[in-house]
């Protein structure tokens, strides 16, 4: 069975900043060798990609969206991807994913096309 847990969300102001966290866990699942994402979903809207990075990081992708100030990083000896999130803005309001898969690393996902989620962790963003 495998773990996500995400933590950092919270209420800010547009222009401050946030950095999401999410911790892995699980016997059958190896971090270091996951690509690893976040999503966010708005209220009526569909689940969106919002950035992945591969299993050493030399390999990362943004949506268009929060490109330039969005970072996604990830630290693979505490089995933790972050997103920090600077410049909010309120159409960032959003429940956040993590999520992870095994199949290898691509520019961009569909919801669907990942294996693992974790529960959300809400981010508001006041004007």
């Known amino acids: 069975q495998v773990q996500l847990v995400e933590s950092g969300g919270g209420l800010v102001q547009a222009g401050d900043s946030l950095r999401l966290s999410c911790a892995a866990s699980g016997r059958t699942f190896t971090f270091s060798s996951a690509t690893m994402g976040w999503f966010r979903q708005a209220p009526g809207k569909e689940r969106e990609f919002v950035a992945a990075?591969?299993?050493?990081?030399?390999?990362?992708s943004y949506a268009d969206s929060v490109k330039g100030r969005f970072t996604i990083s990830r630290d693979n000896a505490k089995n933790t991807v972050y997103l920090q999130m600077n410049s909010l803005k309120a159409e960032d309001t959003a429940v956040y994913y993590c999520?992870?898969?095994?199949?290898?690393?691509?520019?961009?996902?569909?919801?669907?096309?990942?294996?693992?989620w974790g529960q959300g962790t809400q981010v508001t963003v006041s004007s």
């Open positions: 999520a992870a898969t095994t199949k290898g690393y691509k520019s961009s996902y569909y919801w669907y096309e990942l294996d693992y």
């Open positions: 990075i591969n299993w050493s990081g030399g390999k990362i």
